[in-house]
């Protein structure tokens, strides 16, 4: 009489087919001691990452709502349009990114993300480094995201404050990556307010006219 395979095992192979069928990359996820994730959760949160890594695929956005909301310190966007031009709207920006660490700290709803991230701007060519939190909200009904809050860490370097050497204080390069770094962590602390807000709201109405996103999963496979 054979066995039957353990359900732990099952577990296993249900998880590994749905990362395959979502073309998800993000396998392998670290977790805070004593944090369990189930294969739902691993799924969504290899999702996250994948798009925080600007490879958005129309496959991945179909673990969204219709109706989610993405919302960090530049963007309000809400619903399928908005989010979605925002996710392809990183390769637009950025020439790199690469992501330095990520670990779940909570695996509850919202499931809590800890990420460093580094942007490498194009045109400009300097790098940003951005540490943040990222809370993943998913439907009771049907265990897909209906928001995503990106909050950066608004920690200045100390390094901003130290004094410029000469040769420094006469590099156009130098004054180029401060004011980038001094304007990034003042965004940072000010994402909040009310003034910022109405920013935000025009910014995820804006991109999704200047960002195309394929039509379809087909039109998006003949394109790669």
Same mark, same amino acid.
């Not at 460093?116 to 049907?142: A, E, F, P, W």
């Given at each position: 009489?054979?066995?039957?395979?353990?359900?732990?095992?099952?577990?296993?192979?249900?998880?590994?087919?749905?990362?395959?069928?979502?073309?998800?990359?993000?396998?392998?996820?670290?977790?805070?001691?004593?944090?369990?994730?189930?294969?739902?959760?691993?799924?969504?949160?290899?999702?996250?990452?994948?798009?925080?890594?600007?490879?958005?695929?129309?496959?991945?956005?179909?673990?969204?709502?219709?109706?989610?909301?993405?919302?960090?310190?530049?963007?309000?966007?809400?619903?399928?349009?908005?989010?979605?031009?925002?996710?392809?709207?990183? $390769?637009?920006?950025?020439?790199?990114?690469?992501?330095?660490?990520?670990? #779940? *700290? +909570? =695996?509850?709803?919202? &499931?809590?993300?800890?990420? $460093?991230?580094?942007?490498?701007?194009?045109?400009?060519?300097?790098?940003? #480094? *951005? +540490? =943040?939190?990222?809370? &993943?909200?998913?439907?009771?009904?049907?265990?897909?995201?209906?928001?995503?809050?990106?909050?950066?860490?608004?920690?200045?370097?100390?390094?901003?404050?130290?004094?410029?050497?000469?040769?420094?204080?006469?590099?156009?390069?130098?004054?180029?990556?401060?004011?980038?770094?001094?304007?990034?962590?003042?965004?940072?602390?000010?994402?909040?307010?009310?003034?910022?807000?109405?920013?935000?709201?025009?910014?995820?109405?804006?991109?999704?006219?200047?960002?195309?996103?394929?039509?379809?999963?087909?039109?998006?496979?003949?394109?790669?």
């Amino acid at each position: 009489m054979s066995r039957s395979p353990s359900s732990t095992n099952l577990s296993s192979l249900s998880s590994e087919l749905s990362l395959e069928e979502y073309g998800i990359e993000s396998i392998a996820v670290d977790t805070a001691p004593d944090v369990i994730v189930t294969p739902q959760k691993k799924l969504i949160v290899g999702c996250i990452l994948d798009l925080f890594k600007g490879r958005p695929t129309l496959k991945k956005l179909k673990l969204w709502a219709d109706d989610a909301t993405f919302n960090d310190p530049f963007t309000l966007a809400t619903g399928r349009k908005q989010y979605q031009a925002q996710w392809y709207g990183l $390769k637009n920006v950025f020439s790199e990114i690469e992501q330095l660490q990520s670990v #779940i *700290i +909570s =695996s509850g709803n919202p &499931i809590i993300l800890n990420m $460093k991230t580094r942007y490498k701007i194009k045109l400009v060519g300097m790098d940003q #480094i *951005i +540490s =943040s939190q990222v809370k &993943i909200y998913m439907s009771i009904s049907n265990s897909k995201i209906i928001r995503v809050d990106d909050q950066w860490c608004g920690k200045i370097p100390d390094e901003i404050f130290d004094l410029p050497r000469l040769s420094q204080f006469l590099s156009l390069c130098w004054w180029l990556r401060t004011a980038n770094t001094i304007c990034f962590y003042f965004f940072s602390l000010i994402w909040w307010t009310r003034i910022w807000k109405l920013f935000r709201i025009l910014n995820g109405t804006v991109v999704p006219i200047l960002v195309r996103v394929p039509e379809s999963i087909g039109d998006e496979s003949k394109e790669e």
